[in-house]
């Protein structure tokens, strides 16, 4: 009988009625294998994050963005809400302050100590640092080298307002005399937009802004109460209706030969005929580039402490690894905002070269509101069409950024 017991229990334990050691663990969370994976929230370069994906072999990236369609930054907030929020996104200027409480502390990276001057004002709260400029732009003028070619002018000898003016007189002396006679479409020194935009909303008042705030928080924060550079804005306002006429578009006059000179992005200089020109500022130590900041990487604080460690890691190396080099400056086509790699284009060049002397103004105007700017751009469109004076100007100035 207790043979017959023992069988029986044996069957028991075969037949697997109890528990085996694979069961028992089986509802333990299993520990992750193979390489980190990080989500990257970007915009639509697919060419550009396909190449750094492929590169970067630290971790494995996965770069997505909003549907088509879909409002960006809508997109982001409920992605970030989501099951899948991302690792690492990709921030425009406008929306710092409305992310600003998804963003890490980035304070202790070491590429901080690198960026550029007035790159990081405007991620900046007390000692933390939440987001990394992403990519750089320098503004300045756009000018035709085979223009100032034909009439003897040195680029590099344009370093002063003085010269500028001078360089200007020139030119229009030379158009009223017919003397371009391989420019049969010249008619104007310098091109300003027709429509109200970038040039009147930011890239005009920020000459008299960038030499006394050092970004827009700053500005909101303080407010405008004095214009102190009121008589070097004129004068630069002056030149240009001085000189200038409207087009629809200056940068297609330019490349077209209709214009000189206009002030525009580094990025839409080609290198072969239309090159940069940093912009000598009346009262200023030196010509300079404004420079800004379109977008800015952050990393998640909801992530976990894996996922953070590599996005920090990924950024610190995404424009110093070598390894990236290629897909950043080419497929990217950006300027890196610091480390050694080299741009692609002659522009490019020309805006490294600018940051590395220190030859840069900080773009107060790139974090004002959409009424701000509009407002803006109307009262400096009233001044060059002479619609109205420059007291006017200056008056609706103190009126839009002073209260």
């Not at 030119?171 to 970038?198: C, H, M, T, W, Y």
């Not at 952050?298 to 080099?325: C, G, P, Q």
């Not at 103004?361 to 619609?387: F, H």
Request: with cysteine; hydrophobic share 40%; glycine share 6%.
């Amino acid at each position: 009988m207790k043979r017959w017991i023992s069988l029986w229990m044996a069957l028991f334990l075969l037949c697997g009625c109890a528990p085996t050691g694979k069961e028992a663990s089986s509802s333990q969370k299993p520990l992750p294998e193979g390489p980190i994976h990080l989500l990257v929230w970007t915009d639509g370069e697919t060419d550009a994050w396909e190449a750094i994906a492929a590169a970067y072999t630290d971790c494995t990236l996965e770069f997505v963005k909003a549907r088509d369609g879909d409002e960006n930054s809508r997109a982001l907030r409920a992605a970030l809400a989501g099951k899948e929020a991302p690792d690492v996104f990709l921030l425009q200027a406008k929306d710092l302050a409305a992310f600003k409480a998804s963003c890490e502390d980035l304070s202790a990276e070491n590429w901080v100590n690198n960026a550029p001057a007035g790159t990081m004002t405007e991620v900046q709260d007390g000692t933390m640092i939440f987001a990394m400029p992403a990519k750089i732009e320098g503004v300045g003028f756009l000018y035709r080298k085979d223009i100032f070619s034909a009439a003897g002018i040195n680029r590099e000898n344009i370093n002063s307002f003085s010269r500028l003016c001078d360089t200007a007189t020139l030119l229009a002396e030379r158009i009223r005399d017919g003397a371009f006679a391989d420019f049969k479409n010249l008619k104007s020194v310098f091109g300003i937009p027709q429509e109200i935009g970038e040039v009147a909303e930011k890239f005009l008042p920020n000459i008299a802004l960038s030499a006394q705030f050092d970004g827009t928080s700053r500005l909101l924060r303080e407010k405008l109460q004095e214009l102190e550079q009121s008589q070097a804005l004129k004068s630069f306002l002056d030149l240009q209706k001085q000189y200038a006429c409207f087009e629809t578009d200056p940068v297609q006059a330019l490349k077209s030969g209709e214009v000189v000179m206009t002030l525009a992005s580094h990025t839409a200089a080609d290198g072969e005929t239309v090159g940069l020109m940093p912009v000598p500022v009346p009262d200023g130590a030196q010509d300079c580039l404004m420079l800004q900041v379109p977008q800015y990487w952050a990393v998640n604080a909801e992530a976990s402490a894996e996922n953070k460690k590599a996005a920090k890691k990924f950024l610190a190396a995404l424009y110093t690894d070598s390894a990236l080099e290629t897909a950043v400056v080419q497929d990217w086509g950006i300027v890196p905002p610091f480390g050694d790699f080299e741009p692609e284009t002659e522009a490019g060049k020309e805006v490294r070269r600018c940051v590395l002397s220190g030859r840069t103004l900080p773009m107060v105007t790139d974090g004002l509101n959409e009424e701000q700017l509009s407002e803006i751009g109307q009262a400096v469109e009233g001044y060059l069409t002479d619609r109205e004076t420059f007291e006017q100007l200056t008056a609706q100035l103190l009126e839009i950024l002073g209260g």
